[in-house]
Structure formats: structure tokens, C-alpha cells
């Protein structure tokens, strides 16, 4: 069985920040979203891995390599232009051949893996087989609704009276039959061939698909809070490991990384929370549900809830919380009023705040 990997798209819901780079690139607790589905596909016993990029393939290449570091081997389809999830399937024919595959959205989170959901697809022989999961608000994903005996009979996208409360999660198993259905679908209303529409011709033609519920945890993370979420998730999983240096007028408590080259100096950290190697945290306060990433630099300024991406530095704010920042930004603090701050900030930036 292979894999396919989509790691292209705008991603323009975490904008700012994705104008300068991969969504799937973006850190949970200081590892991109990307590398948390490869090692899901690893450990479901897939080692052949095609990842369609677009704009930002340069960075994902750059950060995956040839997959080796993942037990993987890869191969890399570029996508012209974000034309839907189908045109990703029709133009990775070639690597695809005609094995079975699990197709995976590279900006998915899921705690839990896919191991399940591909040991059922080999055992029960169906067409297709989507991943479900229940969530409060089905007006905003693909729905299903399914039959006595977990067959999809029908999908709808963000219809505005859900049939069902089941989402469709981003990672679906394909036998050969996906690309008859792929070729044989017309574009949608906003001119991308989708996938919905390649599964309701496996439905119309006879195929059999069914249905998969998540067994764990599942995010898109495809905006601030999501992103937020599945950092606080990871962290609470995390245990306490400090290889960098902690001096002796610093506070840890609860569950910290501190990565090597990494140094704390005056400060309180409170886990859960990671620390970045070569990252200086210095008289500052570092709350709960916090990563920060490496080679940062927190001064003089409490942090919490909050996402901070590689060569960062962070100066004499007295609260930033709730907040994503990217790489090589400087937040530093401006005088007057009023005291308060929350940030969603692109790659390059400076920014002063009043706080």
C-alpha cells in the first residue's frame, strides 16, 4: 500500500503567516503538523509515500528530505495550482500505479494514527473507506451519512441542514477504482475537481465505500485556534526532560522541555511547556500550553498559550498570550496605553505593541 501526501494549498486561513510559508510546515509543540501524519504513516506500515506540493515545495522538500529520517521513501508530484484534491489523485496516476492507497492531508492532525483504518480496508476488500468523526457544528465540513451497516450512502459539503453530525475527516483509502471516478468528474462551481464529487461516482456506479471513525484525536488545523489546540493537546502528553541549563534563581514546575543549547535564566516556566534549543528565556514568565521555538529570545516579558516559531525574540511585553508567531519576528514593547495585546503575526516581521 502507498501513500499520498498533499502538502500544497494557499493556506490562507493562518495568513499572515503562510504568505512566506507551508501550513503544513507550521509547529505543534515544536514538530511541523507534516511530520506528526509521516510518522502516522510509518507506523501503519506504509514506507512509500508521494507528496504533492505546490508554491511551497522548495520548503517542504527542504524540511522532509528524501524521507529517510521517517523510515519513508518519497517521491515529490508538483501541483501547478491548488485544483482540488482529485487533480492531486489524477496527477500522481503515474506513482500510484494500481496499489491501493491512503490519501492524507498533510495540515490533518490526528492523535491516534491510521494503523485501524488501514488494517480494515485490507480486511474488508471496499472501494473506499472514509474517515468520520462527530463534531458540534456540520454546517463547516464535508457530512456523511451513512447506512445500517456503515456504508456511505451520500456526502454533502458544508451543506446548510446537516443529515448527520459526522465530519469527514482528511484521510480517506483508495483501491484503483478512485481514478475512474476522478477522471470521469467535471470541475466544481469554484473550478476544482473534489473529492466528495470522485466518491458520490464510486456510490453511483456501484463501489463500495464505507465508513471509519477517528479512534483518537482529530484537528484541521487550518486556523489560529486549531493550531493552538493541538499544541495544548501535545503538550499535556509531554514529560519532563531538561537538557539545557536552568540557573539557580529560575522556578520549573509542572511537565518543561528544555531543549539543549537552551538557557533559562531568572524565569519561571510552567509546563506544560517547551523550550527550544538555544532559545535564552531571561526574567520572564513562561505559562502553560506555551512552545517556543529554537533560537529564540523571551526577555523581560510573560508568554503563554502561545505558539513562537524559530529565531523569534519577544522584549519587555508584560502579557502575550493566545498568540502565533512566526519566524524571525521581533515583538518589543512601546510606551503609552492601553495594556493589552493578541497577535497572529507573518514571517519578518517587527512589531511594536502598547503594553
Known amino acids: 500500500m502507498k501513500a499520498l501526501v498533499l502538502a500544497g494549498g494557499k493556506g490562507t486561513r493562518l495568513r499572515p503567516l503562510t504568505h512566506t510559508s507551508a501550513k503544513q510546515l507550521v509547529p505543534v509543540a515544536n514538530k511541523p503538523v507534516l511530520f506528526y501524519g ?112 456503515g456504508q456511505i450512502l451520500r456526502l454533502e459539503e458544508k451543506p446548510a441542514n446537516p443529515r448527520s453530525d459526522l465530519a469527514i475527516v482528511g484521510v480517506y483509502t483508495f483501491s484503483p477504482a478512485i481514478h475512474e471516478a476522478v477522471r470521469s468528474i467535471e470541475p466544481s462551481a469554484r473550478g476544482e475537481l473534489e473529492i466528495t464529487d470522485a466518491i458520490k461516482w464510486l456510490i453511483d456506479h456501484g463501489y463500495s465505500v464505507h465508513s471509519h471513525f477517528v479512534s483518537g484525536y482529530w484537528k484541521d488545523t487550518g486556523r489560529l485556534q486549531d493550531m493552538l489546540e493541538c499544541n495544548r493537546i501535545v503538550l499535556e502528553a509531554i514529560g519532563p526532560d531538561i537538557r539545557g541549563s536552568v540557573d539557580g534563581a529560575s522556578e520549573i514546575s509542572g511537565n518543561v522541555v528544555v531543549e539543549p543549547g537552551a538557557s533559562v535564566e531568572g524565569s519561571v516556566i510552567r509546563g506544560p511547556a517547551v523550550i527550544g534549543a538555544h532559545t535564552v528565556i531571561r526574567d520572564s514568565y513562561v505559562g502553560p500550553y506555551t512552545s517556543i521555538g529554537e533560537s529564540c529570545l523571551i526577555r523581560d516579558s510573560e508568554v503563554e498559550y502561545a505558539i513562537v516559531l524559530r529565531d523569534s525574540s519577544i522584549t519587555g511585553i508584560s502579557r502575550l498570550t493566545y498568540s502565533l508567531i512566526g519566524r524571525n519576528v521581533e515583538v518589543t514593547r512601546a510606551q503609552g496605553m492601553p495594556n493589552a495585546c493578541q497577535l497572529m503575526v507573518g514571517d519578518h516581521s517587527k512589531v511594536q505593541v502598547r503594553a
Do not use: M, W
Not at 520548503?59 to 508538483?78: C, H, K, N, Q
Open 38 to 149: 509521516l510518522e502516522a504513516i510509518r507506523a501503519a506500515g506504509i514506507t512509500s509515500v508521494g507528496i504533492v506540493v505546490g508554491d511551497t515545495g522548495a520548503e517542504v522538500r527542504e524540511a522532509v528530505g528524501d524521507g529517510s529520517r521517517f523510515g519513508l521513501e518519497v517521491t515529490y508530484i508538483p501541483q501547478e495550482a491548488p485544483l482540488g484534491l482529485a487533480h492531486c489523485v489524477l496527477i500522481a496516476r503515474d506513482f500510484l500505479g494500481d496499489e491501493p492507497f491512503v490519501l492524507y492531508l498533510g495540515d490533518n492532525f490526528l492523535i491516534g494514527g491510521i494503523a485501524d483504518l488501514v488494517d480494515a480496508f485490507g480486511a474488508a476488500g471496499h472501494d473506499a473507506q472514509i474517515l468520520l468523526t462527530k463534531v458540534a457544528e456540520p454546517q463547516f465540513y464535508g457530512v456523511a451519512e451513512l447506512g445500517p451497516d
